[in-house]
């Protein structure tokens, strides 16, 4: 009688498992392609999660992670006792707020216009000139940007010159630190950030808009009854993924428009990681406030995911 029972149970596992092996065989070259990606997160992103330990140790190199000295919370009280640590969280936030505020929305703005353009030439065109930026590294970025801005023969400044204005240097002035730093990333990323959006849009019924027409809506009905609620969901879980990254934002763009001029307004968490672990010496503390920040950006993701799913829309897990 046990037999019996057993029976219909095992035949199912097999079943499941030969389909599982028809689906690999048959899908392989997916999967094939899949590796390098797959092999990239491991090695780069989990295994260096073996060392979040020396965030709890008196870390030495010479004497490994075995060896060094466990002191538990000891660098979370350091880090959250420093008057620095404040100034560093109000700094991060608000970049990473002006962010969402202004950079975040964009991209959608831009790729309603472009999917407004029934020219398709020119369409491309546009598409083509506003990727560019996002192909060239900060440093060539901060490079134009202290050129055209900052020389002393550059355009800007031999305008304010011609105008009867004193030359003024932007980057050692902290009130314009937060403006350059949201300008630039605009400028470099918003076009790179519309292709989610345009490949969402690519995939709406024409039917729908078709039935709009007929109905009497002009452009911009269609846009906000049909093409707006059609990415939504898009919009969504692109903003949660956004959330996550609150606490992290481009070191190598912060780091280069930084100075002793503008560091209270410019010092933010990536960057004193950098001082801290790198030029210091202190990896343990500096693993400590990137552990720090990867559970902030942890709670956000999962807050975020949930208040989603409370509203009706499809999260990210």
């Given amino acids: 009688m046990k ?6 149970r095992t035949f199912h ?3 499941q498992k030969s389909y599982l092996v028809s689906k690999l065989i048959r899908d392989r070259w997916l999967y094939f392609m899949l590796l390098p990606g797959v092999f990239y997160f491991l090695l780069f992103k989990y295994v260096p999660m073996a060392g979040i330990v020396i965030a709890f140790q008196e870390y030495s190199p010479f004497k490994g992670i075995t060896g060094s000295k466990w002191i538990g919370l000891e660098h979370f009280h350091l880090l959250f006792g420093d008057p620095v640590f404040w100034m560093l969280l109000k700094n991060t936030l608000t970049l990473s707020l002006l962010n969402i505020v202004f950079a975040f929305p964009l991209p959608i703005i831009v790729a309603l216009m472009l999917n407004e353009m029934k020219n398709v030439a020119y369409k491309r065109l546009v598409q083509t000139l506003i990727y560019i930026p996002h192909f060239m590294s900060w440093v060539i970025v901060i490079g134009m940007f202290f050129v055209l801005f900052e020389s002393q023969n550059g355009i800007v400044q031999n305008l304010a010159a011609a105008a009867g204005f004193e030359k003024f240097s932007f980057m050692l002035n902290s009130d314009w630190f937060r403006p350059i730093y949201i300008l630039q990333n605009i400028w ?6 519309t292709i989610i959006y345009l490949a969402a849009l690519a995939g709406i019924d024409p039917q729908m808009y078709e039935a709009a027409r007929i109905d009497g809506a002009n452009r911009m009905h269609q846009m906000w009854h049909i ?4 990415i939504r969901s898009t919009i969504i879980i692109l903003l949660i993924l956004r959330l996550g990254d609150i606490m992290d934002l481009s070191f190598d763009h912060v780091f280069l428009l930084l100075n002793t001029m503008n560091r209270e307004v410019a010092e933010v968490f990536d960057t004193y990681v950098y001082n801290a672990g ?6 343990s503390f500096s693993t400590a406030v990137g552990l ?9 993701i999962i ?4 208040l989603s799913k409370k509203l009706g829309e499809e999260g990210i897990f």
């Fill in 188 to 193: 470099k990323e918003c076009g790179w950030g």
């Fill in 13 to 15: 596992v097999n079943l």
């Fill in 227 to 230: 093409t707006l609620p059609s």
């Fill in 292 to 300: 720090f920040k990867s559970g902030v950006g942890l709670i956000l």
């Fill in 278 to 283: 790198i030029v210091k010496g202190q990896f």
């Fill in 3 to 8: 037999q019996l029972l057993l029976r219909p």
């Fill in 303 to 306: 807050v975020a995911n949930y």
